[in-house]
Structures are given as structure tokens and as C-alpha cells.
């Protein structure tokens, strides 16, 4: 190999090395950001709703560096194979996680309004979802770090039990309404935040399927595992 051809290589390498970098960072923000959603509604913590919502500007830069650089390969490096389904699915994926921080923000935001840190309705289910959600999320970016299948493919199979959660919190909060009217107010709070969560739990699994395409070249069923009733369209 020539010492020109070489260093194109080396160039093209390093160019992909810096590309799964960038993604990794923006996984590891949108892990953080998820957390701290979390924290603010099940502990009423305003200082973690504050770290939510200031992260996000980092993740929506990340997301237009790391098109930039998708860009880039492939108008000069024209990858193949392996390396262009790589390329590709980076934007679907850095996309996903985009919106995994908008829904982050959107729960620290509305965990918040006074009516919900007021409120004495139970936040235990709501806790179940976000433990659950973030746990999935954690290994949709483990697998996208080590490229690993199996781990996509057991985030994949787990969204049934998001489902069948925030399907239950659905109806908790229904009855609490009914029951008195008081409760309109958080619980409305309260189940745009389990549908954030609920979203977030669709996002890392859809980060799961693209890790999943891009390790094996195959392609997951189009219609995922999911747990009955949807409450609210998904």
C-alpha cells in the first residue's frame, strides 16, 4: 500500500473513530439527562430538573456534529458494507437520542408546576417506569458502545414491559380523577410524564433495532413486542 493510500486509511479510521466518540458522548448525555428527569418528578428534586433542562443544548449540538461528520464520510469515503449501514444508522440513532433529551427536558419542566410538588398522589408506579426506562436506555447505549446484538436485541424484547406499565399508571391516574377533581390538575401533569417516559422506552429501543441492523445486516420484525392496551396513541 502506498504511503498516500495508507494515510487516507488511517484518515478514514480515524474519521469513524470520531463519529462512534461523538455518539457515545451524546448517549452518555441523554443517560444523564434521563436520570436527573427522574430524579426531579420521584424525589421533587428542582436542582436535577435544573441539570435536565440545561443539558439539552448539548445533545441538539452533538446531533448537528455528528451530521456534519456523517456527511462528510459520505461524500469522500464512499463506506460499504458494514461501515455504510455504521454511517447511515447514525443518524437515525443520534436523531433517537435527540428526542430521548427533548423528553427529558419536557418531564423536569413539567415535574416543576406547583400543583404537582403539592400533590399527594402516590409516585410509585412512576418511579417503576423511570428505574425500568432508564435501565433499557442504559443498555441501548451499552450496545451501541460495543456493538453488540444480543444486548440490542434483549432491549428490544424488554419494551413490552414499559408498555404494560405506563398502560397501568394510565388507568391509576384515570380513577384518580374521577374519583376526585382536585387530582385533575397533577395527574394531567403526571401522565404527559409517564408518556415521556413511555417515549423515551420507544426511543432506546428504536436505538436498539439500528445497533441490531448495523452489527448483523438484519433487520428486526417491524412490529415490536408490546404490552396491550396503548392508553393514548404512541
Same mark, same amino acid.
Given at each position: 500500500?502506498?504511503?498516500?493510500?495508507?494515510?487516507?486509511?488511517?484518515?478514514?479510521?480515524?474519521?469513524?473513530?470520531?463519529?462512534?466518540?461523538?455518539?457515545?458522548?451524546?448517549?452518555?448525555?441523554?443517560?444523564?439527562?434521563? +436520570?436527573?428527569?427522574?430524579?426531579?418528578?420521584?424525589? @421533587?428534586?428542582?436542582? $436535577?430538573?435544573?441539570?435536565?433542562?440545561?443539558?439539552?443544548?448539548?445533545?441538539?449540538?452533538?446531533?448537528?456534529?455528528?451530521?456534519?461528520?456523517?456527511?462528510?464520510?459520505?461524500?469522500?469515503?464512499?463506506?460499504?458494507?458494514?461501515?455504510?449501514?455504521?454511517?447511515?444508522?447514525?443518524?437515525?440513532?443520534?436523531?433517537?437520542?435527540?428526542?430521548?433529551?427533548?423528553?427529558? $427536558?419536557?418531564?423536569?419542566?413539567? +415535574?416543576?408546576?406547583?400543583?404537582?410538588?403539592? +400533590?399527594?398522589?402516590?409516585?410509585?408506579?412512576?418511579?417503576?417506569?423511570?428505574?425500568?426506562?432508564?435501565?433499557?436506555? @442504559?443498555?441501548?447505549?451499552?450496545?451501541?458502545?460495543? @456493538?453488540?446484538?444480543?444486548? $440490542?436485541?434483549?432491549?428490544?424484547?424488554?419494551?413490552?414491559?414499559?408498555?404494560?406499565?405506563?398502560?397501568?399508571?394510565?388507568?391509576?391516574?384515570?380513577?384518580?380523577?374521577?374519583?376526585?377533581?382536585?387530582?385533575?390538575?397533577?395527574?394531567?401533569?403526571?401522565?404527559?410524564?409517564?408518556?415521556?417516559?413511555?417515549?423515551?422506552?420507544?426511543?432506546?429501543?428504536?436505538?436498539?433495532?439500528?445497533?441490531?441492523?448495523?452489527?448483523?445486516?438484519?433487520?428486526?420484525?417491524?412490529?415490536?413486542? @408490546?404490552?396491550?392496551?396503548?392508553?393514548?396513541?404512541?
Amino acid at each position: 500500500m502506498g504511503q498516500e493510500s495508507a494515510h487516507i486509511v488511517r484518515s478514514y479510521e480515524q474519521e469513524l473513530e470520531q463519529l462512534r466518540s461523538m455518539m457515545a458522548r451524546m448517549g452518555g448525555l441523554v443517560e444523564r439527562q434521563t +436520570s436527573q428527569a427522574v430524579a426531579a418528578i420521584a424525589d @421533587r428534586d428542582e436542582n $436535577a430538573a435544573g441539570i435536565a433542562a440545561d443539558l439539552d443544548p448539548q445533545v441538539d449540538a452533538l446531533e448537528r456534529d455528528v451530521e456534519a461528520m456523517v456527511i462528510r464520510i459520505l461524500a469522500l469515503r464512499s463506506p460499504v458494507a458494514g461501515d455504510l449501514r455504521e454511517v447511515v444508522s447514525a443518524l437515525k440513532i443520534t436523531g433517537d437520542m435527540e428526542r430521548i433529551g427533548d423528553c427529558a $427536558a419536557s418531564i423536569a419542566r413539567r +415535574s416543576l408546576r406547583a400543583e404537582l410538588l403539592a +400533590s399527594r398522589i402516590s409516585l410509585s408506579g412512576l418511579r417503576s417506569m423511570g428505574r425500568l426506562v432508564q435501565d433499557n436506555l @442504559r443498555r441501548a447505549i451499552d450496545a451501541l458502545s460495543q @456493538r453488540n446484538p444480543d444486548l $440490542a436485541r434483549e432491549v428490544w424484547q424488554s419494551d413490552t414491559a414499559v408498555d404494560e406499565l405506563y398502560n397501568a399508571m394510565f388507568r391509576e391516574l384515570v380513577t384518580y380523577m374521577m374519583e376526585d377533581p382536585r387530582n385533575i390538575g397533577p395527574c394531567t401533569h403526571l401522565l404527559f410524564i409517564a408518556k415521556n417516559l413511555e417515549r423515551i422506552g420507544d426511543h432506546a429501543t428504536n436505538i436498539a433495532e439500528r445497533v441490531y441492523y448495523t452489527a448483523t445486516g438484519e433487520i428486526l420484525p417491524v412490529v415490536r413486542p @408490546r404490552g396491550g392496551f396503548s392508553g393514548q396513541g404512541s
